[in-house]
């Protein structure tokens, strides 16, 4: 791989900065919606060659710089033996987590095999790939699988999760050597970065992720380093501070839109940088259309143009979390457009 993001990988300047977005693969996409009328989701997450076709789709159409692998985050709780479906609508489990249903989850190189899908599918978007472009895999962290596990959903309190604290240390302990082994399937099948989507750990307090989450995902770091990012929404310096988390071998950070990230690019706030910094533009300015979607965008970008290059070489530009439903796909490329030409 020789291109934009494999030269923010290695530290290396590039002319632009490159661009890739969670969900670029998805409902807005026309492609991937005349897909979906042929199959259903969990077919085209199962089946290698279709699951490359809807991660190639959007970066032919807005030339990002990277494909991402299309599958979703909860398979590892089907393969450890939670039965879940898809029935076109949101994922559901047969039942919640309890201590029992974890005493008989499968063995790991039982549930392993069951994710080989995944390995294959990063194998076949590879081979579509061009080698300028580059490919990331990715996984869910543990505390957002276990609070999916034991709530069904990761909106709301999520009440009973954060008092299942026994419940998730024995989940943690099941769960993240799977996930580990995951991340080694993806780097082996081709995958140049994988990324620990962690959708729910802005809902934790800040200690509480310091001390029961951070611990699993250093490990994962350390076991891969140079080769995990992270992300998850909502998230706060504080959950960041003072812990092994912010000085494990990250390959890089993702941050949602409250972030003001060129500073966190800047020289005086390396406090939280670790490799590659990524992100973040609102989703939701990219409903906007016309002047005002260019104007949204130029705002964005000002920041990040007036900092030096030097400090601006480890940045990923992206949103501050996924693309919508809805989103008109002439917003995406608009961003696309803007962000090459700001720094051309």
């Given at each position: 791989?020789?291109?934009?993001?494999?030269?923010?990988?290695?530290?290396?300047?590039?002319?632009?900065?490159?661009?890739?977005?969670?969900?670029?693969?998805?409902?807005?996409?026309?492609?991937?919606?005349?897909?979906?009328?042929?199959?259903?989701?969990?077919?085209?997450?199962?089946?290698?060659?279709?699951?490359?076709?809807?991660?190639?789709?959007?970066?032919?159409?807005?030339d990002?710089?990277?494909?991402?692998?299309?599958?979703?985050?909860?398979?590892?709780?089907?393969?450890?033996?939670?039965?879940?479906?898809?029935?076109d609508?949101?994922?559901?489990?047969?039942?919640?987590l309890?201590?029992?249903?974890?005493?008989?989850?499968?063995?790991?190189?039982?549930?392993?095999?069951?994710?080989t899908?995944?390995?294959?599918?990063?194998?076949?978007?590879?081979a579509?790939?061009?080698?300028?472009?580059?490919?990331?895999?990715?996984?869910?962290?543990?505390?957002?699988?276990?609070?999916?596990?034991?709530?069904?959903?990761?909106?709301?309190?999520?009440?009973?999760?954060?008092?299942?604290?026994?419940?998730?240390?024995?989940?943690?302990?099941?769960?993240?050597?799977?996930?580990?082994?995951?991340?080694?399937?993806q780097?082996?099948?081709?995958?140049?970065?994988?990324?620990?989507?962690?959708?729910?750990?802005?809902?934790?307090?800040?200690?509480?992720?310091?001390?029961?989450?951070?611990?699993?995902?250093?490990?994962?770091?350390?076991?891969?380093?140079?080769?995990?990012?992270y992300?998850?929404?909502?998230?706060?310096?504080?959950?960041?501070?003072?812990s092994?988390?912010?000085?494990?071998?990250?390959?890089?950070?993702?941050?949602?839109?409250?972030?003001?990230?060129?500073?966190?690019?800047?020289?005086?706030?390396?406090?939280?940088?670790?490799?590659?910094?990524?992100?973040?533009?609102?989703?939701?300015?990219?409903?906007?259309?016309?002047?005002?979607?260019?104007?949204?965008?130029?705002?964005?970008?000002?920041?990040?143009?007036r900092?030096?290059?030097?400090?601006?070489?480890?940045?990923?530009?992206?949103?501050?979390?996924?693309?919508?439903?809805?989103?008109?796909?002439?917003?995406?490329?608009?961003?696309?457009?803007?962000?090459?030409?700001?720094?051309?």
């Open positions: 791989m020789s291109g934009r993001f494999a030269r923010v990988l290695r530290g290396e300047r590039a002319d632009a900065p490159p661009i890739w977005l969670m969900r670029q693969a998805g409902r807005y996409h026309e492609p991937y919606r005349r897909l979906r009328e042929q199959h259903s989701f969990e077919t085209l997450c199962r089946t290698p060659a279709l699951a490359a076709e809807v991660a190639m789709a959007p970066v032919r159409e807005f990002f710089d990277a494909a991402i692998l299309f599958s979703d985050l909860l398979f590892p709780l089907d393969a450890l033996g939670m039965g879940l479906s898809y029935d609508g949101p994922p559901k489990l047969d039942g919640p309890t201590a029992e249903r974890l005493g008989r989850f499968r063995p790991l190189s039982d549930a392993l095999d069951r994710l899908f995944q390995r294959e599918a990063i194998a076949a978007t590879r579509a790939l061009p080698t300028e472009k580059g490919l990331v895999g990715f996984v869910g962290g543990p505390w957002t699988l276990f609070v999916y596990a034991v709530e069904g959903t990761h909106a709301g309190p999520l009440a009973r999760a954060k008092s299942s604290h026994q419940l998730y240390e024995r989940f943690d302990a099941r769960v993240t050597p799977l996930i580990g082994e995951m991340i080694r399937m780097l082996a099948a081709g995958a140049d970065l994988v990324m620990v989507f962690d959708t729910a750990a802005g809902e934790l307090p800040p200690s509480w992720f310091r001390e029961r989450v951070a611990r699993g995902l250093t490990t994962l770091a350390e076991t891969f380093p140079g080769r995990v990012g992300y998850a929404k909502g998230m706060h310096p504080a959950h960041y501070a003072g092994a988390f912010r000085d494990a071998p990250w390959a890089g950070l993702g941050f949602d839109a409250r972030w003001d990230l060129a500073e966190e690019l800047s020289a005086s706030s390396q406090h939280l940088r670790s490799g590659f910094v990524q992100g973040n533009f609102d989703p939701a300015l990219l409903f906007l259309t016309g002047s005002e979607l260019a104007v949204a965008i130029d705002k964005y970008l000002e920041p990040f143009r900092l030096d290059p030097a400090a601006r070489r480890s940045w990923i530009c992206g949103l501050g979390h996924g693309v919508l439903p809805g989103t008109p796909e002439s917003s995406v490329r608009t961003f696309v457009r803007l962000a090459r030409e700001a720094f051309a």
